[in-house]
Nanobody, 128 residues
Framework: QLQLVESGGGLVQAGGSLRLSCAASGRTFSRSAMGWFRQAPGKEREFVAAISWSGGITYYTDSVKGRSTVSRDSAKNTVYLQMHSLKPEDTAVYYC?????????????????????WGQGTQVTVSS
């Protein structure tokens, strides 16, 4: 079992920055690829970024590439999503998720159904 708790969301002006955190409790974090997803009102949940459990592979959706960085701190069992140059269209509830991958240190996936555990989400609102 893995429990995930997101934090760091809030209200920010367009052009600003936020760092989201996802604290994990459970032994499988060290062998889990981690992903960030978001869901805006009236829209489907969409992939944002992911990082392999080794930290060696990261992947971003095109809309955040170049202004976002996903990272993880294994000592703290925490994964982060740093976002810069925020836009109103980034407004959404952001979720972190874990994909247990005990045999593949480089695996990442953009597909929500492949993730085993989810957090409750944190709201990000970007005002124009």
């Amino acid at each position: 079992q893995l429990q995930l708790v997101e934090s760091g969301g809030g209200l920010v002006q367009a052009g600003g920055s936020l760092r989201l955190s996802c604290a994990a409790s459970g032994r499988t974090f060290s062998r889990s690829a981690m992903g960030w997803f978001r869901q805006a009102p009236g829209k489907e949940r969409e992939f944002v970024a992911a990082i392999s459990w080794s930290g060696g592979i990261t992947y971003y959706t095109d809309s955040v590439k170049g202004r976002s960085t996903v990272s993880r701190d294994s000592a703290k069992n925490t994964v982060y999503l740093q976002m810069h140059s925020l836009k109103p269209e980034d407004t959404a509830v952001y979720y972190c998720a874990a994909d247990y991958q005990p045999y593949s240190s480089m695996a990442v996936t953009t597909t929500a159904i492949e993730y085993d555990y989810w957090g409750q989400g944190t709201q990000v609102t970007v005002s124009s």
